[in-house]
Structure formats: C-alpha cells, structure tokens
Nanobody, 121 residues
Framework: QVQLVESGGGSVEAGGSLRLSCVGS????MAWFRQLPGQAREGLAS???????QYADSVKGRFTISQDNAKTTLYLQMNSLKPEDTAMYFC???????????????????WGQGTQVTVSS
C-alpha cells in the first residue's frame, strides 16, 4: 500500500521558517500542496525524478523543494513565512513527469495525511 507520511508542521511567527518532510519513494514526480477549508488544493512546488523543480509564483523565492540523496524523503523548506501561508500542507506523488509545471491536484493519486502550518502576525 502506498504511503506518504508527512511531518514538520507547527506554529511560527511571521518571518520565521519551517521545514516539512514527507517520507515516500519510487515516484517520478512529487509535490507539495496546501489547502484552506472549503478551498481547492493549491500546488506550491514540484520535483521531477530528474531533479527539475517548479514553483508557484506565490512561494517562489521563499520555499524550496528538495529530496535527500536516496530520494526517500521529500522536503519543503519554508522561509519568510507570512500569515497568508497558514493552511494544511500535503505532499503528493505519482508516476507522472513534472519538469515544466506544478501539476494540478487531480494529476496525483497518492497523498499524505496533511500537516498544519500556522503563521501568526
């Protein structure tokens, strides 16, 4: 059974940093999304199996997606956090390619359970 296990959420003041982790391997594309209650999941960043990364404009320059050398753990380093970054964050994975875009949520079959990030002003 496919499992993606996230960790690293929490509460932080504006301007602070957090790093999210997602344990999972064997996919050609992994990504991070976030979601507010009642809203659609927003794609933030993706990493292709060839190492290419893509970012949404809302997080470009502040967030960094990466994997460990063994490609068993996905990370999202979040810096300069803002109150509007408050959301539930999810990792996602699938056997698709994502060198040129952050694929929308409906392109991913596998999801983590989510981890809450709260940024206070």
């Amino acid at each position: 059974q496919v499992q993606l296990v996230e960790s690293g959420g929490g509460s932080v003041e504006a301007g602070g940093s957090l790093r999210l982790s997602c344990v999972g391997s064997g996919y050609s594309c992994m990504a991070w999304f976030r979601q507010l209650p009642g809203q659609a999941r927003e794609g933030l960043a993706s990493i292709d199996k060839d190492g290419t990364t893509q970012y949404a404009d809302s997080v470009k320059g502040r967030f960094t997606i990466s994997q460990d050398n063994a490609k068993t753990t996905l990370y999202l380093q979040m810096n300069s956090l803002k109150p509007e970054d408050t959301a539930m964050y999810f990792c996602a994975a699938d056997a698709i390619r994502c060198q040129v875009w952050v694929p929308p949520a409906n392109h991913f079959a596998y999801w983590g359970q989510g981890t809450q990030v709260t940024v206070s002003s």
